[in-house]
């Protein structure tokens, strides 16, 4: 840690004074694996220590002296206080959470002494994966002074953060980083680590990830990493994790000081600071006492051009559980982008389209009155009128939230396309690939690709079927693969971390994989489009296993790097919604069309994605 500043000279004064008056009795009431420092009193960082786990976890101490510098009245209540003498070790945190169950009654600049258990608590429960947060249970505080100066804050910047992100787990501890000595200036994540619970700030800061309904926002202290052209950061690989990304939340309540509103590419002005804290929905997080102002840069909703004559526009879009039950002014708003931020596409598959009462759970599966309030909604925005297809789920089958029996619809332009009905399609029959008249031919349009596969347990199955556009045959199969929930995040404790999930989604892309292999064996040069909300990566096992034997190719990847991505999470732009084309689809125009995920003020969580070709 850097030397005390002339800051912290009376602060210290004051801890010094206490230790004579043996006001701070430091001894620990059990022995620990860990020595005190040199003057016989166990200290912040001897219980931090240098690794991830306290050596002392578990262990009785008492009379730990430090200046409190956050007091948290909501959520996990408590205060954080740190020792305004570090020691030499860059690797040893000063500062440390102190959990006090109910409302903590002292105030920042404090000296207090704190006595209690050393416990590693790990948000979301043990089997999340996630790092620990060390922490003082159970307290006894007492308040030996107050109105002090506060330690110093550590300044996180681009040049303080390494740009390696995470050391490789030990494979004898299951992969697992625990026990790993701290490298502070090897590590991003030991880097953070090792500030844990102390005092930091960081200067003016552009948002890469947009202030979301539990007032939070991220930002990255490293404006060249990865950025996206319109202020995020991609990412891009499973090792390009963008180590400069920050969550920033306020330890002042909403009612004194409403939390800042910001979209991906505005700037947190001026100087953030307070404790750094680790928590379950993002990992390392700037719990500010001060927060900068939020200075707006105007970021512009998309919009799409329209299609020519000859050009078929084909789109996803997830519309986040959309039904009935929703507020009219969100039919509205998503049919005022698909109409003019979307130009009209001849085709549109939607993903989370729920039943007719939405989450009610009652046994309906019918959507016929969600599906005609959004077609209604886009004539009134000057669109087409629109038709639908879709397969209504067994109840409760689908996966999603509970009552609500998401599924696919396809919307289609019958001024532009026509729609191919072969009879039968239902949530349990399997569609089939056939030769009519020496082309492919589904026996079931619309259909559904092997619902009775195990891939798809408790998951949207796909929907596909057979578009006509100027005579052409076009095959579109509209995808909602499983979600990436039980993932470990990237901040796990194991390095690399665990991805479950994607057990589910490889499966179920070698299931869509296999029909687009059969379309393709009858009619070679066949057009199909596979789309959807793929909840995966264009560099992922999942898209890799959709286009393996190279019948399909992930149009996404047409796109310069910076500009790969349908959705922001925990400040990395990254793709999850896809158009994947087959190879007679040899020339074509993609766009990602960004209008929700970057954006404070959302319709949806997702971007769509336009596909225009000439069949």
Known sequence: MPAASSRTTAVSAVVTAALAAGLLTGAATTSASASPSADGQVRIHDIQGATRISPLTGRQVSGVAGIVTGVRTYGSKGFWFQDPEPDADPATSEGIFVFTSSAPTVAVGDAVTVSGTVTEYVPGGAASGNQSLTQISRPTVAVVSSGNTLPA????????????????????????????????????????????????????????????????????????????????????????????????????????????????????????EGPLDFNQYGGYTLTARTLGTVSGKGLARETTRKQRGGELAVATYNVENLDPTDPQEKFDALAAAVVDNLASPDIVALEE?????????????????????????????????????????????????????????????????????????????????????GRAALTLSPGRID??????????????????????????????????????????????????????????????????KKLLSVQKN???????????????????????GGVLYPAVKSLPRQERYSYVYQGNTQVLDQILTSPSIDGFHYDSVHINAEFADQNSDHDPQVLRFRP
Do not use: C
């Open 451 to 516: 619902p009775a596969n195990a891939a798809w347990t408790n998951s949207r199955k796909p929907l596909v079927g057979e578009f006509v556009f100027r005579g052409r045959t076009v095959f579109v199969a509209a995808n909602h693969f499983a979600s990436k929930g039980g993932d470990e995040s990237i901040v796990s404790q194991h390095q690399p971390p665990a991805r479950s999930s994607e057990v589910q989604r490889h499966a179920q892309a070698e299931v869509v994989n296999t029909f687009v």
């Open 526 to 548: 066949a057009d199909v489009l596979v789309v959807g909300d793929i909840n995966d990566f264009e560099f992922s096992g999942t898209t890799k296993a959709l286009t393996a």
């Open 153 to 272: 804050p550590v300044t996180i910047s681009e040049r303080s953060v390494p740009s390696r992100y995470a050391p490789a787990g030990d494979p004898a501890a299951g992969g697992s980083i625990n026990a790993l000595p701290l490298a502070p200036s090897r590590y991003a994540l030991d880097h953070y680590e090792s500030l844990e619970g102390m005092n930091v700030r960081i200067g003016t800061s552009r948002v890469v990830g947009a202030t979301d309904p539990y007032a939070e926002l991220w930002v990255t202290v490293k404006p060249h990493e990865n950025a996206s052209r319109r202020g995020g950061t991609v990412y891009g690989s499973y090792t390009a994790q963008n180590t400069g990304r920050l969550q920033i939340q306020s330890l002042v309540p909403l009612a004194e000081q409403p939390f800042p509103t910001a979209d991906v590419g505005d700037v947190l002005s001026g100087t953030t």
């Open 353 to 437: 389209i729920q039943d007719d009462n939405g989450a009610k759970d009652d046994g309906t599966v019918s959507a016929d009155r969600t599906v005609k309030m959004f077609t209604d909604a886009i004539v009134a925005a000057g669109g087409p009128a629109y038709q639908w297809r879709s397969i209504a789920p067994e109840d409760k089958k689908d996966g999603g939230e509970p009552g609500g029996n998401i599924r696919q619809v396809f919307l289609f332009n019958p001024e532009r396309v026509s729609f191919t009905d072969r009879a039968g399609g239902d949530a349990t029959t399997a569609t089939d690939v056939v030769r009519q008249q």
